[in-house]
């Protein structure tokens, strides 16, 4: 029977629950009382957060491990703005994101009258940094919206969505009920066949095939490992796309497109095939890659066929629908790999090789977590340079198994993208990497972490007393360092503070060790490390 009593934030709940939300990241206020007044009884989990910014990374990290859409509740105003940073990173790394705010009363809108959390015109604060961004004048308007935020998520580029919603229309009763109303869920599927037979033509008469695969195809990766045996091509990940091919995969040369061995074998390849990857400078450390051959491009997105690295065969379609069809289009005999197998150990050779003094730091400590990190863990790493050795030199396991803020490149990500993650697959082991500078961005998640959570976060600080990166490069353009050596608080006595177990390890097998302890306790740790106990 209707509930006549059933309001538009009720509904809206309701709505959510039936497209499979199970988790949403929020702190309650004055303007979101009626979706709170939703939440019991629904069935979704409501996670306090102590910032609208740990909120939107929680929200992204949850979507990264589940591959499900992360989900925020925010007030209009300060709540928008405060998670507008994390909506900007999960647009830059395609991460499905569904933004549910409040805003000022319909007769308000655009009026400037002082009202409280006012802004002139919050959907332009976020429409550039969105998929869409919609308001809801109606509780009728909000199940088409819903429906077309999940539409973007399953058969588009998967980016943010943001959805204001009135007061006025959070309280309003509905004139009907549609909280069952959830529309079929659109699919991707494969390209044109004309461009499998042409792309599959190329790459049978290459001599040396090359692939580089990216977050577009962490649903791909047995297809990615059949095709790159199938042409004997070695293969590149981009950062988002770590842990597609196993990682001892003969012809895997992981993401290491950042550091000069990459580029110079990719400059190799007389045809390159990239899936599900914008190849973006934030990847490549580079402005461009030095490909000599002939690029083919598979993506979801069409506006990446003509944009830096225009291509002669443009796929447009699902990456996995894509690379089934296009292995049924090639022979089904392996081509031979002997040169391709060699190029692949050459290049892990010269990498170990080419290591500087602060990147041979970061490998011993990356060695010491991939010894004790649980086979199905995953890590949440910040904008620290420990993280960036990382990306190329940390031998991820599996997809969905190292988070990094690559493109939108934000300090404060990895704590609350580690809770969300934690959160989305509670059953895995987690780690955050994080610097000093970041950490105290966010620091204030570790609240949340402790209250929340069951079984093992480790939080892994890399305190070297400094902005690290950003004194190196001072230094290097011979600028005196200003503002990039700061005091920092006891992060032991704050990290107890919170109710965390607390190490200060003061070797690397002591740093070893309480990894190894931190991995097998149920809570939150934090392993302060210094810079000067990793050498």
Excluded at 276 to 289: K, P, V
Aim: charged share 20%; hydrophobic share 40%; with cysteine.
């Amino acid at each position: 029977m209707h509930d006549q009593t059933l309001t538009g934030g009720q509904a809206l709940v309701r709505l959510l629950a039936g497209y499979g939300v199970d988790t949403v990241f929020g702190i309650p206020g004055v303007h979101t009382l009626e979706l709170y007044r939703g939440l019991p009884g629904s069935g979704i989990r409501h996670v306090l957060t102590r910032h609208e910014q740990g909120a939107g990374f929680m929200a992204d990290g949850y979507a990264r491990v589940s591959g499900k859409p992360g989900v925020c509740f925010v007030i209009s105003g300060p709540g928008v703005t405060n998670v507008a940073t994390p909506i900007g990173q999960a647009y830059a790394d395609s991460i499905p994101l569904l933004v549910i705010s409040s805003v000022n009363h319909s007769a308000s809108l655009g009026k400037g009258c002082g009202s409280l959390h006012e802004t002139q015109d919050q959907r332009a604060i976020t429409a550039p940094i969105t998929a869409f961004s919609a308001l809801a004048l109606s509780p009728e308007d909000l199940p088409e919206l819903i429906a077309r935020a999940f539409a973007v998520f399953d058969s588009e580029r998967p980016r943010p969505v943001h959805i204001s919603v009135p007061l006025d229309v959070l309280a309003a009763k509905v004139a009907r009920d549609w909280t069952g109303e959830v529309r079929r869920r659109p699919a991707r599927g494969p390209a044109a066949a004309a461009d499998i037979q042409q792309a599959a033509d190329k790459l049978r008469k290459a001599k040396r095939p090359m692939i580089i695969a990216g977050g577009g195809a962490l649903h791909a990766a047995e297809q990615l490992r059949v095709l790159s045996t199938r042409l004997g091509a070695v293969c590149f990940s981009s950062v988002a796309g770590k842990g597609l091919l196993p990682e001892e995969a003969p012809l895997n040369a992981g993401a290491t497109l950042c550091v000069e061995p990459g580029w110079q074998l990719i400059s190799q390849a007389d045809v390159v095939l990239a899936v599900g990857t914008e190849m973006a400078d934030t990847d490549y450390w580079r402005e461009r890659l030095p490909l000599n051959g002939e690029l083919l491009r598979l993506d979801i997105d069409p506006r990446k066929f003509n944009d830096f690295y225009p291509c002669s065969v443009a796929l447009h379609g699902d990456a996995r629908a894509t690379l089934d069809a296009l292995l049924q289009a090639l022979p089904p005999t392996p081509a031979e790999a002997g040169a391709a197998i060699h190029a692949v150990a050459d290049l892990r050779q010269a990498v170990q090789n080419g290591q500087g003094p602060l990147q041979q730091i970061h490998r011993s400590i990356l060695q010491r977590i991939a010894a004790e990190l649980p086979e199905h863990g995953f890590i949440a790493s910040d904008m620290t340079q420990l993280a960036y050795s990382g990306n190329y030199l940390y031998p991820t396991r599996a997809t969905r198994s190292w988070l990094h803020p690559t493109g939108y490149g934000t300090l404060g990500y990895g704590l609350p993208a580690g809770i969300g993650a934690k959160l989305g697959a509670p059953e895995r082991p987690g780690l955050v990497l994080v610097g000093d500078g970041g950490f105290l961005y966010t620091v204030q998640e570790l609240a949340t972490a402790v209250e929340e959570l069951d079984g093992p976060l480790v939080v892994l600080l890399w305190n070297n007393d400094a902005l690290g990166q950003i004194r190196d490069d001072m230094l290097d353009l011979n600028i005196e360092p200003i503002g990039v050596l700061p005091r920092n608080p006891d992060f032991a006595a704050l990290a107890r503070a919170f109710g965390c177990s607390v190490s200060q390890p003061a070797s690397l097998d002591e740093l070893q060790q309480e990894l190894r302890e931190g991995f097998a306790r149920n809570g939150v740790t934090l392993i302060e490390l210094k810079h000067a106990c990793a050498r």
